[in-house]
């Protein structure tokens, strides 16, 4: 059975488990720096677009700066083809023009022509969610973008808006100054903070919690080691340089204990250790493939995590 969830207030019902589209859009060198998840080929990335609405998937989560621009061109090419309604999230704000170095523009006028680029390599008349896309607290604070997102909601161009922050301290002041629908924010078994006090905020406001980066980028799937060398298209690079890689991946290790014998994969584990927090609407794994969609999608359907494992996650 589908395992459904309420998107927060928006009313919008969605699976449990969703499709981050930032890896389909390609490993891209912006400025000398990697932004994405490598290599893709397209076919592959439309073929794990489709599987998992195959599979009832209904939200995908990309953004108009992933692949700079063609994470939502793929995206809007294969909900046409979907055999369910799917709905889409997308952000604004970072701005990739190689050889320029990357900015953010959170600008009204900006957005608003964003807003159009967005809809139009979509493919659609309206943005189920639109998020402002890690702004600074300058721009939280500021009711200049407030009121643009309520101005393209207004037109119908956005049907909802929401924000992706980098810390909690910025969700709360998005939900007091902002008056947001969803916040997406970084939420695994490594990166516990939100937990602590937005969840229980944005439960009691009916805000939807997306968690993003379920996975920690990929290193909670347990196949990587230390000494590995992401290549220079990908943002890992300089994420995990090797001796945070190896300090992180340590930790990985220690969790190990979550797949062995359990019937679930690391990766499954890590997505039922975020879905078991009830302000939670969705987890958006990065996906590439259509097996990583298979594993995602299989852990609705492994056991979910015991007490103890949860009591012993959080004495680690």
Known sequence: MLQMRLLGRT?????EIGFGAWAIGGGKN?????????????????????????????FVDTADAYGMG??????????????????????????????????QDFSPA????????????????????????????????????????????????IA?????????EEGLLAIEKGDVETIQVVYNLLQREAAKELFEVALN???????RVPLASGLLTGKYKPGHQFADNDHRKDAYPPEKLAAVLER??????????????????????????????????GIKTPEQVDENVGAEIVPDLKPEELKRIGEM
């Open 160 to 168: 909802h808006y929401g924000i992706s922050i980098g810390n909690p």
């Open 70 to 103: 063609h994470s939502e061109e793929l995206v809007g090419k294969a909900t046409k083809l979907a055999p369910c309604r799917v709905h889409v999230a997308t952000k604004v704000g970072n701005v990739r023009r190689d050889p320029e170095a990357p900015f």
């Open 11 to 15: 009313g919008i019902k969605i699976r």
């Open 205 to 211: 406001k009916s805000v939807g919690i997306i968690v």
């Open 30 to 58: 912006v400025a000398g720096h990697g932004f994405g998840y490598g290599a893709t080929d397209d076919q592959t990335s439309l073929d794990a677009l489709q599987r998992a609405f195959e599979l009832g998937v209904n």
């Open 252 to 285: 990985v290790e220690k969790l190990r204990f979550l797949a062995e014998g359990t019937g679930r994969t690391l990766a499954q584990a890590a997505l039922k250790f975020c879905l078991a927090h009830p302000a939670v609407s969705v987890v958006i794994p």
């Open 110 to 157: 900006y957005v608003r022509m964003a807003c159009d680029r967005s809809l139009e390599r979509l493919g659609v008349t309206i943005i189920d969610l639109y998020q402002l896309h890690g702004p600074p607290r300058a721009v939280i604070e500021s009711n200049a973008i407030w009121d643009t997102l309520r101005e393209l909601k207004d037109k119908s161009k």
